[in-house]
């Protein structure tokens, strides 16, 4: 009846049989009939099946209630026990976001499998924020600062940004100069790559304060293609470092006067009521460990030429 109840669970989580046997690997026809044999066994109905979408019965509501904690509390003390330490096995489900997820992340947790080939990576590139615990992922990456008490969150690296703009736009619309104040950069043309519409800016004393573009041409929210825009002229943008080094000279820096852009830190975060498994802390270990010393774009071309 365990396994029943486990699959009975998934099915309610995610009110889908399709789902939840996508989730766990199994035809859904097997979902199915379990969560029917278990139905059968209790003497109950759990679920409203209809054409279009499942629903919880009263009795399956507070089943779920009850023992969707405890196989969660058992799955962490079984992940302990089988998971040896000298070979992680098992499937994660992780998410990052777009851009740092498929240029710096994802190559982490390639590394990482090629050691352990007896763990399995789901990685979903986005940059929603998912429900961890609805979702059922172990571990997102995500970009500070982390405001949800119930995540427990553990800071992996630093995002350096700059600001840039086109050759173009440097002769045509700044005149040449790289060199900007506060006040100048608020009245240029824009693109901007964050939806609050602001750029923060670090003073030498160590405060920030907000600038907010007043001539916004462009607002995405993939710093991929706010780069595009702003290599055809469209404006100023603030990109990543190891980005736009990947532009060679399509792109010019520029610099404003007392200030520097913000850093972001990133943070690997898991939900605080959820025990990581020893596949999860290894992985995060990992990342941790090899992220912060990952070679930038230009170091990497450079050892390619070497």
Do not use: C
Request: cysteine-free; hydrophobic content about 40%.
């Amino acid at each position: 009846m365990s396994e029943n109840l486990r699959l009975f669970v998934a099915v309610a989580r995610q009110l889908s049989f399709v789902e939840a046997a996508r989730r766990l690997g199994i035809p859904t026809s097997t979902v199915s009939r379990r969560v029917a044999l278990l139905e059968e066994s209790l003497g109950t109905r759990l679920l409203q099946r209809t054409s279009r979408r499942v629903g919880l019965t009263l009795e399956g509501a507070r089943l779920l209630e009850r023992a969707g904690p405890l196989l969660d509390q058992l799955g962490e003390v079984l992940d302990q026990t089988m998971d040896r330490e000298e070979e992680p096995a098992g499937r994660l489900r992780m998410t990052a976001p777009v851009t740092s997820g498929a240029q710096r992340i994802a190559p982490l947790l390639f590394s990482f499998m090629a050691r352990h080939p007896r763990v399995d990576v789901e990685l979903l590139l986005t940059n929603s924020k998912v429900d961890l615990v609805e979702e059922g992922f172990d571990i997102a990456f995500r970009v500070g600062p982390i405001l949800d008490a119930e995540l427990v969150a553990r800071r992996l690296w630093s995002i350096e940004s700059v600001f840039v703009a086109s050759p173009r736009f440097v002769q045509d619309v700044l005149k040449g100069r790289t060199l900007l104040t506060r006040e100048e950069l608020q009245d240029v043309p824009a693109v901007l790559s964050r939806p609050q519409g602001v750029w923060r800016l670090r003073r030498r004393d160590g405060r920030v304060e907000e600038v907010r573009p007043r001539d916004v041409r462009v607002t995405v929210n993939d710093p991929r293609v706010a780069l595009a825009a702003a290599q055809e002229g469209l404006g100023v943008v603030s990109g990543i470092r190891e980005m736009v080094e990947q532009q060679g000279t399509a792109l010019v820096s520029l610099t404003v006067k007392g200030h520097t852009l913000e850093p972001r830190d990133v943070f690997a975060v898991y939900p605080s009521r959820r025990q990581l498994s020893t596949r999860a802390r290894r992985v995060l270990d990992w990342v941790m460990k090899h992220g912060s010393t990952a070679p930038s774009a230009k170091q990497r071309a450079t050892r390619a030429h070497e």
